[in-house]
């Protein structure tokens, strides 16, 4: 993966940065001893390592404020930093950059259940946003599976999903408001305990942005009632193609379901390996979750039930209690762990019309014998949203490089049907040299405007979403 | 101006010499732009509808009324529920789906399924300087690049002009129910909807009309309505008598604004923390009022050319002139986002060509 040279300009003058950041952060907010700036190197995207110059981490908008007003005026790159959980290199750093954490900023600032909203500061995992409401029956609704560690402030910049999000919509339809600072230092306020802020929507275009429009240290978000329950149940096909016929049956039969999970035989035999959760052997599985009082899940249990039927199932497997529900998520819940138990893999993220869901999976089996990797599949069924995890043995020379190249055609093929590069996840960096295949030039120019508009240095997170060639004269400048 | 395809509107913006005035079916613009009339109704038909995927894509000019009988054959709808505001603003015409965008135009259901902005995931339009640009796509989960489909709607045209747009779509439900209290005063009913919308049991409209009354619905398979409804009806029991009422036959009023429409004055729209509406009503001193979303919208009807907005002062959120004459129809923007809109505007259009100083306060 290529990255900028770093600016040699800013390499030489790390002590006098070091010097000025102290000046406006207390002792212990800046890192810049070359052994423990090593601890922010890289993401969850491991392939790719950088320490950086320095790392701030920060307490306040205020300290957040001060720190990008110094690195503006001496010309530092920043890279903003949640939990550091993104899958796509989000917030790796480059040598001659100030990695900005917000882990310390974790406080609740308001919560408010008449009003149905809850602010915080942007440092707060996912989870313990539900975990503020949820003793009094509320919870904060887009569920990444890294939500136990992922902190909001990436959520927002990478517009993150989940497994209920065919319900309740990905972070950007849960976001009423942010506390954004510039790059010079601005500090600004878009949107707030109310709908639809007025004006221009630059709440939809930073939510999403990658952390290259602006530092957002405090969010406001909906909270929503938690439903009365929820049950899931588990269906079993012979083929990919008869599953993706269900799953468009029970959308077009006015069930609005939670979730649609879907699994391939890959994935289930390796979970089965590793978590033993009791699934059938078979082509491909579902699993359907539903909300509700018990008989409002009956009743919609029962319609999906006589959908899945006349799709001859191999097995339809309902939840008689807690303990059976659990089951059924169990193996779903571990496919990622059970994946990297085999094999090293690398998880993609393309979004395809539910539509071409068995052309596409037939497609991933053929590319995949043809280069000798194996994929399994496990995707969010009822959006279209795909995680094909190819395996492969990063010990082994040249596997990466194979896998890598798998990995683009597959992202190529989701584009190529009517779909996108990453549904949940981000470009970071690595889509970032697949940008070309889902936009002309006219389109990226477009969303390079953007920034230049917040960012005009580009110098927060310059690296990443866009490929260098296209952003070479803007970081130049 | 009526251009039939892209390409040809592209080539009229390209070759435009002065500003122009973007407009679709004319059915719900508000504010002043000055200009020839850009008439974009030419940029009409269904593109692709798959029931299957709950997705349609259409260019911008095509009727709402066309979108919305072809959906109803298939047992589907826009969710966020598309106000029709002609009755209001006293236009004819045909709403055309690239104006809903524009226009964010979002009805009651916005508290549950958001807004027009939420159902959107793919826009095409042509930029002030000409340019073709396309953003999002026909999938529901897209984060690659940045959002410009958020930034597009709502944005009224001053950005750019839409070709196509994207949407998904929900089943239109079973079954429907209105729950009514009667009686409540505007303290009395933004809490019963909080309590109501802060409830298990999916509200998805909450409205009051005062003098009329308070409007609760409830969407969704039979079975389910009939217990939702009566679980409500023992949840809001602290608030007085609910009656229950079959059916949703009520909610095209609130949507539509129906009680000002045939009285004169001023229409505003205001965004606002639910909890704080009455209070902002209070201080307004407005001739009528209609509260949607919980509260968190209130209509309000004032006397023309009332400085609406001298009389409330500084309140969280926004407020909207969509009928009456005069500047000032948007509300001014703090100085650092100022900055930002006009940095936005300077980029996509340049010349400052497309429903020009629509938007500024």
Known sequence: ??????????????????????????????????????????????????????????????????????????????????????????????????????????????????????????????????????????????????????????????????????????????????????????????????????????????????????????AT??????????????????????????????????????????????????TEAFAKAGYPMCEALLIVEVEGSPAEIDEQLALIKAIALRHDPVEFREAADEDQAKRIWLGRKSAFGAMGQINDYMCLDGTIPVSSLPYVLRRIGEMSRAIGLDVANVFHAGDGNMHPLILFDANKPGDLERCEALGADILRLCVEVGGCLTGEHGVGIEKRDLMGVQFAPEDLEAQLKVKDVFDPKWLLNPAKVFPLSVTASRRAA | MRPATEAELAEIIAAATGPMVVRGGGTRGIGEAPGAVLDCSGLSGVALYEPGALTLVARAGTRLSEVEALLAAQGQRLAFE???????????????????????????????VGACRDSLIGVRFVDGAGTVIKNGGRVMKNVTGYDLVKLMAGSWGTLGVLSEVSFKLLPVPEAGATLILHGLSDQQAVAAMAAALGSPFEVNGAAHWPGEGTFLRIEGFSASVAYRAERLRAHLARFGAVEVEPGTARWPAIRDVAPFQDRAGDVWRLSVKPSEAPEIVARMEAEAVLYDWGGGLIWALCAEGCDLRGRLGPFQGHATRVRGAGPGAFQPEAPAVAALTRGLRAKFDPRGILNTGLMDA
């Open chain 1, 221 to 270: 978000l909906r909270i929503l009632p938690k439903p009365e329950g929820a049950r899931p149940v588990l269906v079993g096909f012979n083929s990919n193609e008869v599953a993706g016929e269900c799953v468009s049956d029970i959308i077009k039969a006015g069930v609005l379901p939670v979730a649609i999970e879907f699994m391939d035989r890959p994935c289930i035999e390796a």
């Open chain 1, 1 to 218: 993966m290529e990255m900028p040279l770093p600016d040699s300009m800013v390499l030489g003058a790390k002590a006098r940065i070091v010097a000025g950041l102290r000046q406006i952060l207390p002792a212990d907010a800046v890192i810049w001893d070359e052994a423990e700036t090593r601890a922010y190197e890289c993401d969850a995207l491991t392939a790719y390592r950088c320490p950086p110059l320095v790392v701030v981490l920060p307490r306040s908008t205020e300290e957040v404020a001060a720190v990008l007003r110094l690195c503006h005026a001496e010309g530092v790159p920043v890279v903003p930093r949640g939990s550091g959980t993104s899958l796509a290199g989000g917030a790796l750093p480059t040598a001659d950059c100030v990695v900005l954490g917000v882990a310390r900023m974790t406080a609740v600032l308001d919560c408010d259940y008449d009003n149905r909203f809850i602010r915080v500061q942007t440092g707060r995992t996912n989870l313990s946003v539900t975990g503020a409401v949820e003793a009094d029956g509320f919870f904060y609704a887009p569920d990444p599976s890294s939500q136990l560690a992922c902190a909001i402030a990436g959520n927002i910049a990478m517009n993150s999903g989940g497994a209920h999000c065919l319900k309740y919509g990905v972070t950007t339809n849960n976001l009423l408001g942010v506390t954004l600072v510039q790059m010079d230092g601005t500090v600004v306020e878009i949107g707030g305990p109310y709908l639809d802020a007025g004006g221009l929507d630059l709440l939809g275009v930073i939510c999403g942005s990658e952390g290259q429009l602006g530092v957002v240290t405090e």
């Open chain 2, 82 to 112: 598309v106000p029709d505001l002609r009755g209001l603003l006293g236009r004819q015409g045909e709403s055309t789906l690239g104006g809903v965008v524009a226009a964010n135009a979002s009805g009651p259901r916005r508290v549950q």
